[in-house]
């Protein structure tokens, strides 16, 4: 590049990134992939997302959790939770992880995405390898009987509309990357689960 | 937190973010600010932004541009080109410009964003000093000359509707952080410039 020129020359038009995703990764010393967490209300998902950031973190990876509270109350304060609303709130989402990923940092999301298309829209974004689904299973009698928000309760007494497992579905993912029994293995066990696989796909070094 | 609780407990609502800005700040070793770069088309908003990133990259700093070529095919992939839409356009982009920060990374931002309202909002998204204006001010006449892309050319045909200059407005910044004078300073004077501002607010170090 000519940095000499003027830009008012035509040969400014250089504007092609020249710094890309792999030297953001050689920079970090780790790869950055997406953990997409899914999962019912109460499964875990964010618990996890954040425990495992900061085993990571630790580490002196760059990482980023997407959550409701970072994300439905800013870029997607205009979406409701009808299921047009729930598709354009985890494309979005899908979108900004890709370009956190971009930007070499390691992505965790913590959604309930209760479909299976939507999920799989996100997946597609990415190349193989990038994404990397974690589902959070645990039944829905446990994460009801937790209940730890009383959403529950609100969404049984009516008082919630469309909420997933109760008046809107939840598609269980077929073939997740990772599967957690967030109903009986503690939050260690699984967080070792995340990073164990992490290290074996070279994501990040042992 | 007791990571040896099962997540069924009562005592896991512990998603409260442990890892914050301010330790990313501390792990990268820089301040996290965003670059708003604003201006015609043709001004030099994404050239400039990529020749300070490449500039910043090389001194170790976590960077990442955001611009059409990343943002108008992906996330905003739904909008137009009416005022409504880059209104939303420009809402989204300040959105994810603020997670970007919140995940430690110097964000620069090149689109024209041609209305004051717009970036007034996303200013106020921001922290005072996290938000810094750059007004590429060059010429009506020397972008249109200089038509790099043959956009003006198409403009001025009734081509493309509602182009920023020609046929929509483009209202100046009153109090940027920085101006550049892209019609006549060398793209190495204004990268020159908008680091040594950097330096001098403490974002980075010298």
């Given at each position: 590049m000519n940095q000499k020129s003027t830009i008012t020359n035509e040969n400014t038009v250089w504007h092609e990134p020249t710094i890309r995703r792999i030297d953001r990764e050689k920079l970090n010393n780790h790869k950055s992939v997406i953990l997409w967490f899914t999962g019912?209300?109460?499964?875990g998902k964010s618990t996890l997302a954040h425990a495992i950031e900061d085993t990571l973190f630790a580490k002196g990876i760059r990482t980023y959790v997407l959550d409701g509270d970072n994300v439905r109350r800013g870029l997607?304060?205009?979406?409701?939770?009808?299921d047009a609303d729930r598709t354009e709130n985890i494309r979005r989402v899908g979108e900004i992880s890709r370009l956190l990923m971009d930007a070499g940092v390691l992505t965790l999301t913590a959604f309930i995405s209760p479909f299976s298309k939507d999920r799989q829209l996100v997946r597609d974004l990415h190349n193989k390898d990038e994404f990397i689904e974690i589902y959070c299973n645990s039944s829905l009698v446990v994460c009801e009987q937790r209940d730890v928000k009383g959403l529950y309760r609100k969404a049984r007494a009516g008082d919630?509309?469309?909420?997933?497992?109760i008046s809107s579905p939840y598609e269980e993912p077929k073939k997740p990357e990772i599967e957690l029994d967030t109903a009986n293995q503690t939050v260690q066990d699984c967080v070792n689960k995340v990073v164990l696989y992490l290290e074996e796909q070279g994501v990040i070094k042992r």
């Open positions: 019912l209300s109460g499964s997607c304060q205009d979406l409701g939770f009808s919630i509309a469309e909420f997933t497992g």
